[in-house]
T-cell receptor, first 116, second 112 residues
Framework: DTAVSQTPKYLVTQMGNDKSIKCEQN?????MYWYKQDSKKFLKIMFS???????INETVPNRFSPKSPDKAHLNLHINSLELGDSAVYFC???????????????FGSGTRLTVV | KQEVTQIPAALSVPEGENLVLNCSFT??????LQWFRQDPGKGLTSLLL?????REQTSGRLNASLDKSSGRSTLYIAASQPGDSATYLC???????????FGPGTRLSVLP
């Protein structure tokens, strides 16, 4: 039973297209996140949602729009894809926003996005 | 602004050795610190989480310590095995922050 699941695992698409990545957690956590891991393997926060409410929106182009239909889901929609968007995108969840919970973060397995 | 660094960037050791990975952070006002491993092409697996009130956590052959005053954490791996080969990331949650800040990772290779 996967705790944090992302789909798709791989995504290859052309420049200019619009694509979505889905994330679901079955842990009952309040907070969900999107992180981006670039080619140098740095992990950087993009967004966090707490109980469906946007909390963090780092300096991410507005072509990226997160959507949280409910507490268990946080989807990432990307418009007008660019070559520089190629990266691995990770979804994560934590019990709550401020403490990270006693178990910290749980990560999904990542979505490798390649823009050609 | 919290910054996290990890030394060394890469490490190669023969099987059976004990080793230490280092993580440093600039702001000691942290809530907790978490160590992860990442296998190539895979997601992150949580290894150990240390709350700010704790000094160490142990799980099997892994031991993580935390010294908030000096802004450091170490991950000790005993009797390393080839299966330990992966990238090890530390992530710090500040008291004022709402997310973890990750270090760049240490890439470990354990040679048979």
């Amino acid at each position: 039973d996967t705790a944090v699941s992302q789909t798709p695992k791989y995504l290859v698409t052309q420049m200019g297209n619009d694509k979505s990545i889905k994330c679901e957690q079955n842990l009952g956590h309040d907070t969900m996140y999107w992180y981006k891991q670039d080619s140098k393997k740095f992990l950087k926060i993009m967004f966090s949602y707490n109980n469906k409410e946007l909390i963090i929106n780092e300096t991410v182009p507005n072509r990226f729009s997160p959507k949280s239909p409910d507490k268990a889901h946080l989807n990432l929609h990307i418009n007008s894809l660019e070559l520089g968007d190629s990266a691995v995108y990770f979804c994560a969840s934590s019990q709550d926003l401020w403490t990270g919970g006693i178990y910290g973060y749980t990560f999904g397995s990542g979505t490798r996005l390649t823009v050609v | 602004k919290q910054e996290v660094t990890q030394i060394p960037a890469a490490l190669s050791v023969p099987e059976g050795e004990n080793l230490v990975l280092n993580c440093s952070f600039t702001d000691s006002a942290i809530y907790n610190l978490q160590w992860f491993r990442q296998d190539p092409g895979k997601g992150l697996t949580s290894l150990l989480l240390i709350q700010s009130s704790q000094r160490e956590q142990t799980s099997g052959r892994l031991n993580a310590s935390l010294d908030k005053s000096s802004g450091r954490s170490t991950l000790y791996i005993a009797a390393s095995q080839p299966g330990d080969s992966a990238t090890y990331l530390c992530a710090v949650r500040s008291n004022y922050g709402q997310n973890f800040v990750f270090g760049p990772g240490t890439r470990l290779s354990v040679l048979p």
